[in-house]
Each structure stands twice: as structure tokens, then as C-alpha cells.
């Protein structure tokens, strides 16, 4: 957080896989699957655009693989649960418009390593990139945003499993929880809001009766009491939603996909980039550091930023901020053991997190949805780095 104060509220929203935005951006990320699964050396900038009954696939993608752009699309919808013709956004009514054409050669030129070795790999395109993490939760993730996710992802999940007994929860779904903090640690939830899609007849008690249970199982019970507000479907009713109710783009919900607004971003979006691209896999390498930095216990809180210039391997720049809650002396001596630790060229990020091969157990498209970061299955959520980060920060004064 970039201010702390004694005594605060913060908030932060996440939005469902069936919201408009994750459902373009599910397609783009499950195209970048399909390409690197038969080529990982795939260029993939894919745009998605979902609205009533229609998908456009658009971008900028040169690969080997050959991939039916139609088949993934459709089923990516079918699979959210976007099967009933009535809605408006339907797997077997929408069409698909397909507008692909390859990579720039002005950008390849640059971002592509030479094969005899004598020109390095460079960074995808220019920008700034941030990774952030705090202790405040298990997951190491600031608490508004991670409750959020799994406030949606549970009704999802009980969507899926239970469709029985929840036939009036439709795919769309929004949510937003509100943190009381004393002196940078979470005491209790203020509020939480839930805006979920649902069916003509549905009832207000019975979804309200839902997120109160769903709110139990997934927010700490030490954080709950029985001063909560809870604002369910607001405004009354929400029949009409998903691309129908609003027209979804690739790369929209850059915040949620984050740390809901905790800590800096750069501006770059992640979904359907290939990893050549830096907005992506920086991001993903500065959290990889942030996370690993907090859990050898050299902060509480830290957030790194890296820059780098189109077609340049070495990044032009690396901060680190631990909002006073460092363990040596100064961030800069945080940033020398950085270095020590890590290789922040673009090929050894790609390598280092194994990012042209997604598999054992994860793609692209599971981060497209309930956000790219807290969630262990990822490789740039392992904490396999502790160790390393305590031995290069001997010798360093500490606060």
C-alpha cells in the first residue's frame, strides 16, 4: 500500500470467469495454450472482444501450431456454462470472427535470440513492470483481493458441482470486499458486495443465504463478526449479463488480475501474451521475487519494480520498497541481494519460471480468472528461493 495508516479501510473487487471481460480474456489466454502446446517458440498477441452472440479473435500471432481458433473459443464459452440460447451469449449461438495476422518483423528482430548466440533475447516491449507481496494472509497477497476472489470462485465452484441445487446462479458474478486495518494488519470486514447473474426466478433470500455461507467458508472466521454490511445484488436484479449484458475485451481487468489496487502497476495487461512479452512475465518474476522476499522474512511487505527498453535484455532498472518494513537497513541493499539472486534478463525469466511450458498442473487460461497471483499452482508462486535470498543478505546492516 503506498500510505499506511493507523487505522484504515481498504477494498478491492474481483469479477467472476463468466464476467465478460475473463470470458475474453479465457479465450486469448487458451489460444496462447494451444499455440505453445505444439510450439513454444509461438509469438502470441491474441485480442479477444465477446458481445451478444458474437466473439472476434484478433492479434498479432506467428506460430507453427495449427489451431482451430473457432473450437477453442466455443468451447472456453461452453465451459463457463454458457449454454443456455436464452441469455443472449450462448456457446452454440455465437459466431466467430477470426482476424489473426503475424508479428511485427520490427519487433521480432529484437525480441528473438540469435542462433548463433551472439545476440541475447530482449525484452518484448518497453514499459514497467511491479510485483508485489505482503505476510498479511497465507497466500502472501494483501487481504482484500484474495477474499474477493474466493468469494466468486467458491459460487463458481458451487455452480459448477451443485447445479441442482443452485439453478439460479448464471455465469456473471462481481464482488468487493472492504478490510479494517490497525497498523497494516487485517482486524475485521467491513463490507462485502455481491452482484451475481441469475435466472428470472430467482430469489433474493436464497442468494442471500448463499454468499453469507460462501463469505463463512472462505474468509478467516477471526475476521468475521456480526457487524458485516452486506450488499447482494444491489440494484434489485441482474438477468441480463455476461457479453450480452456488456460487451467483454481482452486485458480490461488489469487490477483484479493483480493486487486490487494494493501497491503500483505498470499498465500492462497479461492475457493472451506469449512470455516473450515482458508486461507478462516480468510481472510474474517481480511477484516470484516479492513473495520469496517476504517469506525469507527480509520484509513484511514488498513490491518490486523492473523497466526495460524494446529489444533489450538487461533491464534498465530495478526498485524495491518495503514500506519500512525491511529487515536491512536500506531497500537499495534489499536491491544488491536481489541481483545476487536473480537473472532478470527476459530468457532467464522465461526459463527460470518455465513459462514456454505451461503443464503439470497449470496453463495460461487458469490465471485468466480469479486473478494471476495467491494461488500455489502457478511456478511463479513457488517458494523455493528463501534460502538463497538469507545467505546473499549476510553481511548487510540491518535496521
Known sequence: MSKITANHVFTSESVSEGHPDKVADQISDAILDACLKQDPESRVACETLCTTDLIVISGEITTNAKVNWQEIALNVVRDIGYTDENVGFSADNAKVMVAIHKQSADISQGVT??????????????????????NETAEFMPAPIIYAHRIVERLAELRHTQPEKYNFLRPDS???????????????????????????????????????QVVKEVIPAELINDDIVYYINPTGR??????????GLTGRKIIVDTYGGVGSHGGG??????PSKVDRSAAYMCRYIAKNIVGAGLAAKCEIQVAYAIGV???LSINVDTYGTGKLKNDADLEKVIRKCFNLKPKAIIDTLKLKYPGNGWCYRDSAAYGH??????????LDRISDLQKAAEGFECR
Not at 535470440?113 to 505482503?134: L, P, R, W
Not at 452482484?195 to 428470472?200: E, G, K, L, R, Y
Not at 495487461?269 to 506469449?274: H, N
Request: aromatic share 8%; glycine share 12%.
Open 113 to 134: 535470440e540469435a542462433t548463433n548466440a551472439t545476440q541475447e533475447q530482449g525484452a518484448g516491449d518497453q514499459g514497467m513492470m511491479f510485483g508485489y507481496a505482503s
Open 174 to 212: 462481481k464482488s468487493q470486499v472492504s478490510v479494517h486495518y490497525q497498523n497494516g494488519i487485517p482486524q475485521h470486514i467491513e463490507s462485502v458486495v455481491v452482484s451475481h447473474q441469475h435466472t428470472p426466478d430467482m430469489k433474493i433470500e436464497d442468494l442471500t443465504a448463499l454468499v453469507k
Open 238 to 247: 441482474f438477468e441480463i449479463g455476461g457479453p450480452h449484458g456488456d460487451t
Open 269 to 274: 495487461a497479461f492475457s493472451g501474451k506469449d
Open 313 to 315: 535484455a538487461e533491464p
Open 373 to 382: 497471483f495467491g494461488r500455489d499452482i502457478f511456478p511463479w508462486e513457488k
